[in-house]
């Protein structure tokens, strides 16, 4: 009955290759988010979606790419992993409280700690 | 954009003592504004938040103040215990945007 929830909750994996992290919400929500947390632990956006549409896509190299095949969905797909992606990576996920007045409650995932080496 | 500072980086207390965080932020639009707690391996969890039109709310041990003119906000911790350890962010957005991260607050309650 996890809110949020990521698999894998680790990965380990050399430079180059691709991996897929997946995250799924049963909370109904109608957006979802993927954030980047450095070993610093500063939080930063990645991506948003609401509805499966990108709603947002912050500065990210191309070799990320999220895909949402419904609304209860934000996978992120990483290509030719460099040792810089080394990060814990989190999902949320959140509710328009009111139609465009911005949404409320972010509700986040356990995170995904990905090592690059 | 939105860009939220968070100070202090640690913060160390005595059990039972209070504790405060401030967060200054730069988009006067922003209008939501929350406080997130990480526990070590843990995923970051809402623990309060407060919209730009209210200026203080409470909810047992914790509160957070909003000055929307000096645009800054504060968390307040009283009676800290020990399961208060933890990272705390400060947040920030506007509209439909997301949510901008202070760079976080390491809290030590010692026993």
């Known amino acids: 009955d996890t809110a949020v929830s990521q698999t894998p909750k680790y990965l380990v994996t050399q430079m180059g290759n691709d991996k897929s992290i997946k995250c799924e919400q049963n909370?109904?929500?109608?957006?979802m988010y993927w954030y980047k947390q450095d070993s610093k632990k500063f939080l930063k956006i990645m991506f948003s979606?609401?509805?499966?549409?990108?709603?947002i896509n912050e500065t990210v190299p191309n070799r990320f790419s999220p895909k949402s095949p419904d609304k209860a969905h934000l996978n992120l797909h990483i290509n030719s992993l460099e040792l810089g992606d080394s990060a814990v990576y989190f999902c949320?996920?959140?509710?328009?409280?009111?139609?465009?007045?911005?949404?409320?409650?972010?509700?986040f995932g356990s995170g995904t700690r990905l090592t690059v080496v | 954009g939105e860009n939220v500072e968070q100070h202090p980086s640690t913060l160390s207390v005595q059990e039972g003592d209070s504790a405060v965080i401030k967060c200054t932020y730069s988009?006067?639009?922003?209008?939501?504004f929350p406080w997130y707690k990480q526990e070590l391996g843990k995923g970051p969890q809402l623990i309060i938040d407060?919209?730009?039109?209210?200026g203080e709310k409470k909810d047992q041990r914790i509160a957070v103040t909003l000055n929307k003119t000096a645009k800054h906000f504060s968390l307040h911790i009283t009676e800290t215990q020990p399961e208060d350890s933890a990272v705390y962010f400060c947040?920030?957005?506007?509209?439909?945007?997301?949510?901008?991260f202070g760079s976080g607050t390491r809290l030590q309650v010692q026993p």
């Open positions: 979606y609401n509805n499966k549409e990108l709603i």
């Open positions: 407060i919209r730009s039109n209210v």
């Open positions: 947040a920030a957005a506007a509209g439909r945007r997301a949510l901008t």
């Open positions: 988009d006067s639009a922003s209008n939501y």
């Open positions: 949320a996920s959140s509710q328009e409280v009111v139609v465009g007045r911005g949404t409320y409650g972010y509700t």
């Open positions: 909370l109904g929500h109608d957006t």
